[in-house]
Structure formats: structure tokens, C-alpha cells
């Protein structure tokens, strides 16, 4: 039986679960204040879009496995981290300017990071500080030290209960929320995984169980049980729930990104863009790893995203209106890697410092028309709570800043006073340069805020804003201009563990399909794709290892991207060879829940053998498609 993830089943929740939207605004609003239109956010919802950017930390047994989704029979006695440090990850997660921390309190495999006594699957039963250990109190405690708001993430599914897929469990699923919810302060984020059913250990049925998630969990009394519990915490994912999941693991937000959707239960197609004038506000959370898997993977050491990356998807999340949350997971000392850090801190620094100083302060704003006591002027004074607005009849306004001489940005940022709802459509900006207009971007939505980064710095005397569609007045809260600083460059590494191979050093010889270089390229977002494997005409990539080498198996990773007709390949063959001309097996079999995980697979030779080529080939696809698609491959010697 198939198991769903994340990506498959994230329409968990009943149409009549969804929660009302609430205007933000409190108090009696000044009479000529403009009417909301449509659906508008709850104060809690307001509050979250401010947060713009915050952390996902996994850690959990996986991290001791190499996994990254458990199976829910290991032994607890695997998780001993060497040198845990929650105050050196708080440091890491505020160096990369994320305003928040998500822990994995429980992951798939259902083991906890704290010592209920709920499961004998817990920390309790760990050799960390002899049975001791609360690493989620550790965790609230280092956030509360540092100012850091806290989140929790608890996975509906858990692989390892006896009562998985039974009235009980959802009885317990309850009881460890409540615990969570009411041991550990504050938290301003609970985060409900959509991967649920399919095998697991179950208490030892060791069997596949299936359910109907809507129906099986009733959402929307579990959310209104953490609201009950933590009033402030917005919750993640289903149908009723505060946030929506953007639709893929990329990092990347539609474009346009509404944060308005139907009220009926979630459609992927439709998370990754949203519905311009849903019934619903139900904004989008863009959530990627900074490493290809969302564990940490010493064989991934080499394939951190770059600063320049994360600024492209700060760019691509942030920038158009949703919140980014950046996963960034310990080691198995209980620590943010170092090179992670090093990559982190320059990628803080440099948002820190391109938005360090509105450009725009002390320009002159003009409009086409204002409405009384809401000038043009409100969208410079950096108040999220203020706003340029017009007669209700003026739905195309005009304003314009007029900018002190000399004055060169490359970045500009527009923001939409939320609680009176989504009103811009469209629009434009311009920039009057030597004398003539000349139109900068054009786009659909602007919602929290729209960020344009243009090619290179100008200096116009001018710049406006043009609605160019709105079904209502629009209501602006910031027109701001920035300089872009680059980050410092972060030198790649191979791997902290010397027995991962330097995949740049190999060279393709032989490909079913061209492009496999990229197989090679230490990046996870370039993908090797091929016509899907037919009977006697299977895929296949042969690779020069450079120099004969003690090889003990091989990796492989698959896209992590939301490919529409595209697969891994479900098994494998491998072989051997000194020559490349006599070949040698070396292992067959299937990769484990390769198509709905998503996580690099780790294969181990029988024995380890001496080898100068390496030729892997792939009958079909793990799921029917037609295309097949693979990220990478990699080797490693033995363990010493």
C-alpha cells in the first residue's frame, strides 16, 4: 500500500470546519474608513504575516538513522546527541534573521523529543542525560532566553503506535498536544504534518494501515483545541487552520500568491497561487530546507543552499507575500553545522543590511487623489497599522514619490493594509528617469508585500505606483526603496565525514538520456529527466570515479520538486567495474518509499569492493509516470 505525504494529502479538513475570518481592527474605526473587502485575517493571522521569516528544526531519531521518515521501530537507546546545544541553534536561527523556531516534537516514526508518559517510544527511554533529557523544554527554554518566539510541529502520523488508525489514538494524539500546549510557554506556530497512513511498525503488526485524515482526526475540534490552549498560535495546514502549505517543498511561492482560498478542503493546484477573492483567509506558508533532506545528512554537507540561493527564495516567498520557513537541522551532535551557520549568518546579513534603511524616507508622496486623514505621506512613516486610501470610487489611483536627488535603490517593497482585505489586482511602478516614465515591473497582487528586486541600481528623480486593477479602493501601508548588499560568499565543502566521496571528481562516461552531468553537480534543484524505462529498454548512467576506490555503496536522490508525469526509479541494479569494460554486481533491490518521502536513499554493498566505475540501472518508475527523474547520485567508502 502507497503512503501519502505532504504532497499527496495535504486536503485534510471538512468544508463547514473553516474558521471565520475576524477583522483585525479593534475599536470603533474612524467614520470615513474604508469598508473591508472580502475575506480579511483574524488578529492572529495579521500578527503571523508580520513574522514574514522563521526556522523549521528536524531532529528526531532520523538524524541518528539517516532517514527521513522512521519507520517507528527503532530503539529510542539511538538517540544520543554528543553535544546538544539549543542555545548555539537559537544563535544560528536569529544569525540567518528568522524571527521563530519550529521544533519536531514527534516526527512520523513517533518518537518524542520529551518525556511524556504517554509512549515508552521517548526520550525518556534515550541514553541522553541518562533518561533526563527534555529537548523540547531545552529548546523553549534557549528561545525564552533569547527573545525568540517558539513553534511546535506534532505529526499526525506515527509509524510506531499499536492503535495508529483507531479511535484511541486520535485520543492520544489529543492528549499530546495538551501536553505540549501546556508545558512549554508561548508558542506562536502549531504545525500538523498532511503525510498520513501507510506502513509502519504499529506496535509490531508491522502492517499498512489506511485512513480517511478528514474524517479520522475531524480537524477542525483539533484546531480549535490548540486555539483553546495557545490562543495566539496559528495553526498549519488543514481545511479551518490559520495557514495554508504552498503546494511544494521548493521554497516557492506562485506568482501572484492570494492569500484568499475556497472553503472547501485543499487543492494543491490551488495552494501554490491561491484564489483571488476566496471565500477564505487562509494565507500561504512556504516551507524548504536549506539541505536537500529535512534531516541532517553528512552526505549533504556539500549540497547547503548558497546565500545567494536563499536570497532568491526570500525573493520567491517573502517577497510575494507569503512567510518562508527555512528548515535548518542539527547534526548528531545537537548542533547547527558549522558550514549551515556560515551560510546562514552571511544570508542574515545581508537582508539585515539591504533593508537596514528606507531609501524612501524623506521623499515627498503626492497621489491623484487621497481620502481625508489618510494621506499619500502614511506610506513612508514605516507603520504597518497605517495607510494611503481613496474615495471608494477611486479604484486606480496614482502615487507617486518624489525622491531626493542622488537617491539609487534596486529594491522596492510594497505592503497592503490586510485587515481591510486584498483590494490591489494589479499594478505597476514606474521610475521617471532623464526626462520619461519608464515601467519598472508589472504584477498581479501585492497583499503582505511584494518585493521587486531589479537588475541593477538607479537613481529616477521619481517613481510611482499605478493601480491598475482593484475592485475597491486600495489601502497602502508602505512604498519603500532599498539598496541590495550581497552576501558574503561561503566556500562549498565536501562533507564533514571523510568517508563521503567528492561527486565533482567523477565524470559521466555513458547516460541513457543527456544532461546526466547533473547527476553530479552537488545541487538538488538540477534534475536529470528521461522518458520513463520501458521492458528491455531500461535507464542508466555509467560514471568514472576517477581513480580506483574502496567503494562500499552508493546514494541516489530524487527531485524534491513538485514534477507533474515525472518519478524516481522504484529499484536499482548496480555494478561494478576496474575497467569499465568487466562488470561486477554489487546490489539490487527496491528504494524504500522513494516516491512519496522524497529522500535521498542510501544503498550499502554486501562488501566493500575495489572500483574504478560504477553503472546503475533503472527498470521503471516507483509510481506511473512518464518521465523519470533523479536529482543526484553519490558513494562512500567504508566506515573506518
Not at 488578529?43 to 532520523?62: K, L, T
Not at 497512513?197 to 475531524?218: H, L, S
Request: with cysteine; net charge neutral; aromatic share 10%.
Amino acid at each position: 500500500m502507497t503512503e501519502l505525504s505532504r504532497r499527496t494529502l495535504i486536503a485534510t479538513g471538512l468544508a463547514a470546519g473553516a474558521l471565520p475570518a475576524v477583522p483585525a481592527q479593534a475599536g470603533a474605526a474612524p467614520a470615513n474608513t474604508p469598508k473591508p473587502f472580502g475575506a480579511t485575517p483574524s488578529p492572529r493571522q495579521w500578527r503571523w504575516h508580520g513574522r514574514e521569516q522563521y526556522a523549521f528544526v528536524h531532529f528526531s531519531i532520523n538524524t541518528f538513522t539517516d532517514k527521513e521518515w522512521g519507520f517507528g521501530d527503532e530503539s529510542p537507546k539511538l538517540f544520543n546527541p554528543s553535544d546538544f546545544d539549543a542555545d548555539q541553534i537559537v544563535a544560528a536561527v536569529k544569525a540567518g534573521g528568522l524571527e521563530g523556531l519550529i521544533l519536531t516534537a514527534k516526527h512520523h516514526d513517533g518518537f518524542c523529543l520529551w518525556p511524556t508518559l504517554l509512549t515508552e517510544h521517548c526520550i525518556r527511554n534515550s541514553p541522553y542525560k541518562d533518561g533526563k533529557g527534555d529537548i523540547v523544554r531545552e529548546m523553549a527554554d534557549a528561545c525564552k532566553r533569547a527573545k525568540l518566539p517558539f513553534g511546535l510541529y506534532l505529526s499526525p502520523w506515527d509509524r510506531n503506535h499499536a492503535e495508529y488508525g483507531r479511535p484511541a489514538y486520535v485520543t492520544y494524539y489529543r492528549a499530546q498536544l495538551t501536553e505540549l500546549c501546556t508545558r512549554y510557554g508561548d508558542l506562536f506556530e502549531v504545525w500538523f504534518d498532511g503525510a498520513n497512513g501507510g506502513d509502519g511498525y504499529y506496535g509490531g503488526a508491522r502492517e499498512a494501515r489506511k485512513i480517511d485524515a478528514p474524517r479520522y482526526y475531524d480537524w477542525p475540534s483539533i484546531v480549535a483545541l490548540v486555539h483553546k490552549l495557545q490562543p495566539n498560535a496559528c495553526t498549519f495546514d488543514p481545511l479551518g487552520a490559520d495557514i495554508r502549505w504552498v503546494g511544494n517543498e521548493d521554497g516557492v511561492a506562485g506568482d501572484p500568491c492570494w492569500p484568499t482560498m475556497p472553503n472547501e478542503p485543499y487543492d494543491q493546484k490551488n495552494g501554490n497561487a491561491g484564489v483571488r477573492g476566496g471565500a477564505i483567509w487562509w494565507p500561504a506558508e512556504t516551507d524548504v530546507s536549506i539541505r536537500p533532506g529535512w534531516f541532517y545528512h553528512s552526505d549533504e554537507d556539500s549540497k547547503v543552499k548558497s546565500p545567494e540561493r536563499l536570497i532568491r527564495l526570500y525573493d520567491e516567498s517573502v517577497g510575494r507575500g507569503t512567510n518562508l520557513n527555512l528548515n535548518v537541522p542539527p547534526d548528531r551532535r545537537g548542533r547547527i553545522p558549522d558550514q549551515d551557520f556560515k551560510i546562514l549568518k552571511s544570508y542574515g546579513d545581508a537582508i539585515r543590511a539591504t533593508f537596514a534603511k528606507d531609501l524612501a524616507k524623506g521623499a515627498v508622496a503626492h497621489a491623484s487623489t487621497s481620502r481625508p486623514g489618510f494621506a499619500a505621506a502614511r506610506v513612508l512613516d514605516g507603520n504597518r497599522e497605517t495607510y494611503w486610501t481613496t474615495p471608494d470610487q477611486a479604484a486606480t489611483p496614482t502615487l507617486t514619490l518624489d525622491l531626493k536627488p542622488g537617491t539609487r535603490f534596486d529594491v522596492i517593497r510594497l505592503r497592503e493594509y490586510l485587515p481591510l482585505g486584498v483590494r490591489v489586482t494589479r499594478f505597476a511602478v514606474d521610475a521617471e528617469i532623464n526626462g520619461s516614465w519608464q515601467t519598472l515591473a508589472e504584477h498581479e497582487c501585492i497583499s503582505a508585500q511584494r518585493v521587486i528586486r531589479l537588475p541593477a541600481p538607479i537613481a529616477p528623480r521619481r517613481v510611482r505606483l499605478r493601480i491598475l486593477e482593484a475592485p475597491a479602493c486600495p489601502a497602502i501601508s508602505e512604498f519603500a526603496l532599498f539598496a541590495s548588499v550581497a552576501p558574503v560568499p561561503v566556500s562549498a565543502i565536501v562533507s564533514t565525514d571523510p568517508t563521503v566521496l567528492d561527486v565533482t571528481k567523477w565524470r559521466v562516461v555513458d547516460a541513457s538520456a543527456p544532461n546526466a552531468e547533473r547527476l553530479l553537480d552537488n545541487e538538488a534543484g538540477t534534475i536529470w529527466v528521461q522518458s520513463s524505462p520501458k521492458p528491455g529498454a531500461p535507464a542508466h548512467v555509467t560514471v568514472d570515479l576517477g581513480g580506483s576506490t574502496d567503494l562500499a555503496g552508493f546514494s541516489l536522490t530524487p527531485s524534491r520538486q513538485v514534477m507533474t508525469g515525472a518519478a524516481p526509479p522504484r529499484g536499482y541494479v548496480a555494478e561494478t567495474s576496474a575497467d569499465g569494460t568487466n562488470w561486477e554486481p554489487a546490489a539490487s533491490g527496491e528504494f524504500s518509499n522513494i516516491a512519496y518521502a522524497l529522500s535521498t536513499q542510501r544503498i550499502n554493498f554486501a562488501r566493500a569492493r575495489a572500483a574504478r566505475y560504477l553503472r546503475l540501472t533503472f527498470a521503471e518508475t516507483a509510481v506511473p509516470a512518464g518521465r523519470l527523474a533523479i536529482a543526484g547520485i553519490g558513494g562512500f567508502l567504508p566506515t573506518r
